[in-house]
Structures are given as structure tokens and as C-alpha cells.
């Protein structure tokens, strides 16, 4: 019988045949955190190790809290910087970086047929690419420093059959809402998903960085597309090392297959306070909103902001608003420069902040205060995420978001097309 | 190798019923814990469970929070493995982690009862009973050592010790 990426992927580097359910032990192709270095270098320390095993395979980008936005997070920073030094890891990316799983795909570390773990939940994104890529814990990350070594579970795979077309003005982030609204925050509870079927080869390298990114929202352990020329192309000029692509097996053996047609789908937004309440636009155009974030690891890609773009050119920012927005990375920050796309988000009245989460965690740059409202094109709408208990959080595409900065309420962007 | 009694329950067995949420932010030892083992699901289970017995139940066993507390309760109480159809994801790795074994096989959870003595052995694969073998993936060698080291910790601090030896040997 055949066999699905993820298998192959974890069967290879484990050295034997492996299947769904399996328990494996692997050496992962990088190990990836963050600002939470500061707190896997402790963990690391209760070890007893003086040297991490394999430098080479660390990645560390800061990118929570850039720059630091008080001297808790300076100290972090500070301490993580000595550490990269002491320990002399190769890859590490300071404050003009962007995030993480912005700057690991861009910078040629996310490829097909890696293993790649990382101390954070969206980590999966590098399955965009091809890679299986899985979220740890940071004692998890702490001991693989220590050990070049992860176990893994095999996980069985859900895979989505894509058909039809996304009609203009509706983009993967709602096809991503759409699917967990539907099916529910649990529904690839550790399970791998793959994106397939016809219309997997039309989304673009971004947009399967926002589906890759959202399965995290669906509980899933990875979730992938197929390497395919679109995706080899765009790696050309940034692999850092040669690669095997790797894809699923004609008879590989699913746990269970959704089919979906983009034929019918329109723009969606999850509603406060999970991400699975989601709603058509349509079902809550008008909802007044004080504050709009265009950026994330979700959704912060030069082709987001140019889609907000092409709303917001020409037009204001509606004056009761206040519109964040932060390019995902320094490279998606010059691009956006070169197209004209941040001229025209500066000209409309948009607040244009440095590469990083920004506000999306709730740490620092445009917290919300008690009864306020923002819309965000970020992954995750919790109670509290981004201020105030008693603020709320939409979720939603650039374009729905550039749409509604610009009428003040949350708005259809086919409206403006 | 070891033998114990079978204490079988059904789905969705959660971490709130494993270890009440009420305990979760008291700092107690393993021993402690263990006298709130699925306390809120089985009242007779904590006073009755002896070292080696198995629990077997059926999907998604551990769902809900994140809580550590309900792996190593279980590991306290004696709890030589959990065998179920199916693990919710963070109690599956916690539970390893920790030094729990957790063991996937839909034939054990069908044929085995309360009561049921059984041997597990996770080298090999194998939960023996009068029931017939009921055979599993083999665990890797290294996740063996993470259980029987007791769990990720120990095992890391273990490894990196035989390294440190090795590398003043160099
Ligand atoms: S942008 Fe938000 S979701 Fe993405 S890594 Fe940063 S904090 Fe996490």
C-alpha cells in the first residue's frame, strides 16, 4: 500500500518503513524558536550540557516582542544574543528580520522533505513547502538542543480535495475560516492535512503559507501541499541545501478525505471568541470596529498587502479607525516598498509598524482597551489575546480588512471591486 | 515484562475526570496526586490500583487541558500503560514525556475487560492476555529509553552525562 508525505518524510529520516500511528525517533533538519529562547536556554541549563549538539540545525528569530518593548524583553533578547554567541550557532536573526515562519520559507530553510520542529504552534506552515514541520514544547526544544533528537507520533491524514476556482475577492484565508467554521477547531486534532485535489496547484506559494499556517487552527500536527513546480520555482535562489521532494502516494491510505468546491465561497470572518464561530461577511457587515491589524504569519506577505492595497489606493482609512499594518518580514517590507503597495497603505492613513507579531499575541504595539473591537488578519481571535478581557478580535482576509478600515464596519471587499 | 489487572473504561476518558481541575494549581507531590487519580470517573480506582495494572479505554483518551498532572498521576498510582484506541495529541506526547507508555491497539480495547490479567511488553509490541496477543508497533529504542528512564528529563540528563564522560575521554 502506498504512503502519504508525512510518512514517507518520517519514514526516511527514522531509516525504516513506517505508518500512521507509529511512534519514530528522528534527527530533525532544524529546530526552530524564538524570543522563547530565553526560556529554553534555562531548561537547556537544568541539563547539565555545556554544548548544544548540532549548531547548525538551531534557528533563532526574534520576532515576539521587536524591538524589546520593555526591559523584561530587552534581558530576554540580551540573554539569547549572548547564548547565540557562547554557543556560535549560525542562524540567527535579530530585531530586522520579520517573524519566524515568514523568514524560515524566505531565507531557504523550509524545504521539501525536511523534518523541521519548532517551539511554536505554526510552525506547521513549512508544510507550504513540502516539509513536515510540527510544533514541540520548549522543554521538548530544550533536550532536542541537547540531543539532535525528537520522537515523533506518525500522524494519520486528513485530506482535502480542492476543486472550482475562488472567485475575486475571496482568498485562502477565507477558504481556511470557511473549512473551521464548518468542521470545527478539533477537526484535524492531531492529524496531518493535506491540501490536494485539483485547484492545490492554483494557490500561490503565499497562500499556501496561510492554509499551512491555519491547520495549526484546526488541531493538526502538519499540514502540507505537494512540492510542485510552483513551489520549486519559488525556492530557486533560496534553498540553502539540496532537497528531495517528497509527495503522497496515489494509494497512499487517508483516515478520511473532505472534498470542497471554491466555486461558491465567500468572504468569511471568525467571530469573537474562537475560531471556529465563523460567519459569511455578509452576516455581520456593519459591525462597527476601531481597529484593523493587516500582517501575521498568516497573512502578512507581500501579496496581502497588495491586496489591501488595491482597496485602500486612493482611498482614506475611515477617521474613527486605527489601521496596524506590519509586513512579515524585512524582505516582504522592501518588496512592498519597490511595488508602491506601502506608498499607498502610508497615502491612506495606515500605520506602518517594523517586521514581527506586533499586537498578535497581545504583548506589546496596539493593545486593545476594555469594549473594543478589532479586525486582524492573525490566526487566532481567544478572549484577551490582543488587550483587554473584554475586547474582541475578528478574523479575516487583507481585503476584508482594507475594506472595512476604510468604511469603518466590517465590509463586504467585494464592495469595493 | 510485567503483569497486572485491566481497569477498562470508555471514550473520551478527559483530563478534567483524571485529575480534577480543582487540584491543578495545588503543588503536590507524584504520591499526592496519585490519591486523586480519576477520582471524578472511577472512585474505587485509586484505593484498588495496584502497580503493573493497565488501563484500557477507548478513543481520544486525555482530552481537554494540557495538564501534566494527568499523566503523572496515572505513572504514581502504578500505571504500567495506558491502552486505548486513540490519544488526544498533548496527553499522548506528556504522557511520554513523562515516562508513561501509551500504546494504541483497537483489538486489546475490544477483547479486554475489568479484571483481565494482562503482560505488556514494549520491545516487543505485545499485551499478552487469556484473551489472545494483541500486538503494536513496536515503541523506538529511544522513546524505551525515555519511559524507562522515567521520563524526557532524566533521559536527556543521562544521555548528555555518558557524552560529557566521552568527550573528556576525547
Ligand atoms: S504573528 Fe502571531 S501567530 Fe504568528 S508567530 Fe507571531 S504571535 Fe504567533
Known sequence: MGKTLTEKVLGRKAGQDVVAGEVVSVSPDYVLSHDNSAAIIQEFRKLGVRKVKAPGKIVIVLDHIVPAADEKYAQNHKSIREFVAEQGLPHFFDINAGICHQVLPEQGFALPGLVIVGSDSHTPSYGALGAFAAGIGRTETACTWATDEIWLRVPETLRIDLAGRLRPGVFAKDLSLKLIGDHGAEMANYKAVEFAGPAAPDFSVGARLTLANMSAEMGAKNGYFAPDDKALKWLEGRARAPFVPVASDPDASYESVLPFNLDGLEPQVACPHTVDNVKPVAAVAGKPVDQVLIGTCTNGRLEDLEAAAAILKGRRVHPSVRVLVIPASWQVYREALGSGALAALVEAGCVILNSGCGPCLGAHEGLMAAGEVTLSTSNRNFRGRMGHRDSEIYLASPATAAATAVAGRITDPREFS | MS????????????????????????????????????????????????????????????????????????????????????????????????????????????????????????????????????????????????????????????????????????
Request: with cysteine; charged share 25%; glycine share 10%.
Open chain 2, 3 to 170: 503483569r497486572g489487572l485491566v481497569w477498562k473504561y470508555g471514550d473520551n476518558v478527559n483530563t478534567d475526570v483524571i485529575f480534577p481541575g480543582r487540584y491543578t494549581y495545588q503543588i503536590m507531590t507524584p504520591e499526592e496526586m496519585a490519591v486523586h487519580a480519576l477520582e471524578d470517573l472511577d472512585p474505587a480506582f485509586a484505593k484498588n490500583v495496584r502497580p503493573g495494572d493497565v488501563i484500557v479505554a477507548g478513543k481520544n483518551f486525555g482530552s481537554g487541558s494540557s495538564r501534566e498532572q494527568a499523566a503523572t498521576c496515572l505513572k504514581a498510582a502504578g500505571v504500567r500503560a495506558v491502552v486505548a484506541r486513540s490519544f488526544a495529541r498533548i496527553y499522548f506526547r506528556n504522557a511520554i514525556n513523562i515516562g508513561l507508555p501509551v500504546v494504541q491497539s483497537d483489538e486489546a480495547v475490544d477483547a479486554l475487560e475489568t479484571g483481565d490479567p494482562v503482560d505488556l511488553d514494549l520491545g516487543r509490541g505485545e499485551i499478552r492476555s487469556a484473551k489472545g496477543t494483541f500486538r503494536f508497533r513496536p515503541l523506538p529504542p529511544s522513546v524505551i529509553g525515555i519511559i524507562a528512564a522515567g521520563g524526557l528529563i532524566e533521559y536527556t540528563k543521562a544521555r548528555l552525562a555518558d557524552r560529557e564522560i566521552e568527550d573528556q575521554q576525547e
